[in-house]
């Protein structure tokens, strides 16, 4: 079975600049968790979506970042304008919802993004 | 609100040497408590759970037993190897509600040294 996949694996961009960053989830999960990592912080979540509808944004730093979720094997997460202090590993995870293996999360490899 | 707290790494360790990483939780309601493993450029990976107290999570020699009474799941290996060297994170969520959200502990490096 594939796992979680993300594209860019790594992306190098200017401040200011918009950033894409895309996940396909394992088919047949219905909830998909973007996680941002950074020494400083640590694994922060920052919105997850259920059946493709954000459940909760709480952890979306401001809005410069946005999620959206129009199927089931697609989500974006969009930074716009994007600054130095964006920079960060990025993963994405999923989910299935029911079942003896709910609640455990499949991540992604995580996307690097550098804004310079 | 859910926390995690783990040990403060990094870790460092003679191949064979026996592994114990402290995790202490606070929570509501009976959570779900896992253990992830993070090797070097990659994502987090499901190490094991356990679902509800006195359960026992193992998987590649690894164990944690859940503890609802010191609300503690430490991480043990009897003898680590080096490519156990990895960052492990302890992490909770509240599944007897409809609330999947994981609460992660930050994380604490391991290094073993051959």
């Known amino acids: 079975d594939a796992g979680v996949i993300q594209s860019p694996r790594h992306e190098v961009t200017e401040m200011g600049q918009e950033v894409t960053l895309r996940c396909k989830p394992i088919?047949?999960?219905?909830?998909l968790f973007w996680y941002r990592q950074t020494m400083m912080r640590g694994l922060e979540l920052l919105i997850y979506f259920n059946n493709n509808v954000p459940i909760d944004d709480s952890g979306m730093p401001e809005d410069r970042f946005s999620a959206k979720m129009p199927n089931a094997s697609f989500s974006t997460l969009k930074i716009q304008p994007s600054e130095p202090r964006d920079s960060a590993v990025y993963f994405c995870a999923s989910s299935i919802g029911r079942g003896g293996r709910r609640n455990e999360q499949f991540f992604g490899p995580g996307t690097r993004l550098t804004v310079l | 609100g859910n926390s995690v707290t783990q040990m403060e790494g990094p870790v460092t360790l003679s191949e064979e040497a026996f592994l114990t990483i402290n995790c202490t939780y606070t929570?509501?309601?009976?959570?779900?408590l896992f253990w992830y493993v993070q090797y070097p450029g990659e994502g987090l990976q499901l190490l094991l759970k356990a679902t509800k107290a006195d359960d026992k999570g193992s998987n590649k020699g690894f164990e944690a037993t859940y503890r609802k009474e010191t609300t503690s799941f430490h991480l043990e290996k009897g003898s680590v190897q080096v490519s156990d060297s990895a960052v492990y994170f302890c992490a909770l969520t509240n599944s007897g509600g409809s609330n999947y959200k994981l609460t992660f502990g930050k994380g604490t490096l391991l290094t073993v040294n051959p």
């Open positions: 088919s047949g999960h219905d909830y």
């Open positions: 929570a509501t309601g009976y959570p779900s």
